[in-house]
């Protein structure tokens, strides 16, 4: 644990906080996109289910009401068995292989966000949910990054931004309790790793505060794109590492 390391994590789980609390998801992208650089891969993973945890719960209860929950059901059955059989078969992998592979999601998702996001739109049937819940599960269970496809469903069938809002963040609390379980049960969550996520409490929830100011002053447009840019060079550098 040397100062520079934690000089960018108070940093990711700061920033990344902003970005989630302006456009309701991000932190996770932003975590998975940094941390795999200066720490362990399943090290950066657990912490990233923990501290993304942490403002989900916060996010959920202010948002409570405008929760869809009908939509909700279908997903998390898909992203619970997806993610579990992904998560027991990722036990043991090499970190460089796993790192290549978030490389090249993180690739394909910033190219998604950068010219298809909200040009695609998805009927609200419980089979189309259930997709999207299993592409999450496999994008969460991998590398610890379940919104892209949840933005993607969610945007489509929710009728407003709070009922997006609340929805997504409903679902990031569920399914990281989920994740947090399978990891738990996999031996991923140690002492090290609660260490880091004790670290991030403060950031995290400064985080949650200066997002909210920004959210009334910025444009959440030009923000997110500064995120897709550097997610792209971020996962290329993963891979060709």
């Known amino acids: 644990m040397t100062p520079l390391t934690v000089i960018v994590f108070i940093a990711v789980c700061f920033l990344g906080t902003v970005l989630q609390a302006v456009s309701g998801f991000g932190l996770a992208i932003t975590a998975m996109t940094i941390l795999p650089f200066v720490l362990p891969y399943n090290t950066a993973l657990a912490v990233t289910t923990l501290i993304c945890l942490s403002t989900n719960v916060v996010f959920t209860i202010r948002m409570r009401k405008y929760i869809q929950w009908k939509r909700l059901v279908p997903v998390l059955i898909a992203f619970a068995l997806t993610s579990a059989g992904i998560i027991l078969l990722s036990v043991g992998q090499s970190d460089e292989l796993l790192k290549k592979l978030l490389g090249g999601a993180l690739v394909l998702f910033s190219i998604y966000f950068a010219f298809f996001n909200g040009k695609i739109h998805i009927k609200p049937r419980p089979r189309n949910g259930a997709i999207a819940g299993g592409l999450a599960g496999i994008t969460t269970g991998l590398f610890g990054i379940g919104s892209p496809p949840m933005a993607v ?89």
């Open 153 to 241: 469903y969610l945007l489509s069938v929710c009728e407003s931004n709070e009922d997006y809002f609340g929805s997504i963040q409903a679902y990031f609390t569920l399914s990281s309790i989920f994740t947090l379980g399978m990891r738990f049960a996999s031996g991923l969550i140690t002492l090290e790793v609660g260490k880091w996520w004790l670290m991030g409490l403060v950031p995290l929830y400064l985080g949650m505060f200066v997002g909210k100011k920004i959210f009334d002053r910025m444009n959440p447009a030009a923000l997110r794109r500064v995120v897709y840019v550097f997610m792209a060079i971020s996962g290329l550098s993963m891979v060709l590492q």
